[in-house]
Nanobody, 125 residues
Framework: QVQLVESGGGLVQAGGSLRLSCAAS????????MGWFRQAPGKEREFVAA????????RYADSVKGRFTISRDNAKNTVYLRMNSLKPEDTAVYYC??????????????????WGQGTQVTVSS
């Protein structure tokens, strides 16, 4: 099983930026799509962004499109989420996860496994 560790969260002002990292272990990292999800207080976990196994295809939730950018460096076994123009509505715990299927692209939460512990992002007004 792949192990995932998120980092880079923190407290920022509205309009600011953060870059989250997700470090993965395991020899099969390069063959699986990765996703970022978030969970705000009182809400269910929701899709934010995903990237396919090679890094050539990305998908974003409408709420973050144009502001967030997902990328991956397979040589470093790391996935990133650059977040610009942050809003208070972006406040949540952010999680990364691997798709459970070999070289399959998805945005469906149920298709992901090997979840990290999450990193808190708080955006103040």
């Amino acid at each position: 099983q792949v192990q995932l560790v998120e980092s880079g969260g923190g407290l920022v002002q509205a309009g600011g930026s953060l870059r989250l990292s997700c470090a993965a272990s395991g020899r099969t990292f390069n063959n699986y799509a990765m996703g970022w999800f978030r969970q705000a207080p009182g809400k269910e976990r929701e899709f934010v962004a995903a990237i396919n196994w090679s890094g050539g295809t990305t998908r974003y939730a409408d709420s973050v499109k144009g502001r967030f950018t997902i990328s991956r460096d397979n040589a470093k076994n790391t996935v990133y989420l650059r977040m610009n123009s942050l809003k208070p509505e972006d406040t949540a715990v952010y999680y990364c996860a691997t798709d459970r299927r070999f070289r399959v692209m998805t945005t469906t939460l149920a298709d992901f496994n090997s979840w990290g512990q999450g990193t808190q992002v708080t955006v103040s007004s």
